[in-house]
């Protein structure tokens, strides 16, 4: 069991920056990929980035490549997104979830447990 609880949301200007955390609990954290999703007003949740039980292997949306940072730290049970030069289009519920395996995947149904979510705002 991991229960996670995502923070850092809000609202920011086009071209800011904000960094997403995400605490788990459970002693299976450090075994697991561990994602981030993000789900917009009528729209489906999408993928945002992955990354591996070590932290070796990261994977990225097209659309977040190169602005968007994924990390984790297993000695403390978090797992971090670093958002730089945001779009509008970046506004939507950001969750954290831990998946099923240890290499990281961009498919949701491969993610056993979810958090909260936590809005992020970017205005123009």
């Known amino acids: 069991q991991v229960h996670l609880v995502e923070s850092g949301g809000g609202l920011v200007q086009a071209g800011g920056s904000l960094r997403l955390s995400c605490a788990a609990s459970g002693r299976t954290f450090s075994s697991v990929a561990m994602g981030w999703f993000r789900q917009a007003p009528g729209k489906d949740r999408d993928f945002v980035a992955a990354?591996?039980?070590?932290?070796?292997?990261?994977s990225y949306a097209d659309s977040v490549k190169g602005r968007f940072t994924i990390s984790r730290d297993n000695a403390k049970n978090m797992v971090n997104l670093q958002m730089n030069s945001l779009k509008p289009e970046d506004t939507a519920v950001y969750y954290c979830?831990?998946?099923?395996?240890?290499?990281?995947?961009?498919?949701?149904?491969?993610?056993?447990?979810w958090g909260q979510g936590t809005q992020v705002t970017v205005s123009s």
């Open positions: 990354i591996s039980y070590s932290g070796g292997d990261t």
């Open positions: 979830a831990a998946n099923k395996f240890a290499l990281q995947t961009i498919l949701s149904r491969d993610y056993i447990y």
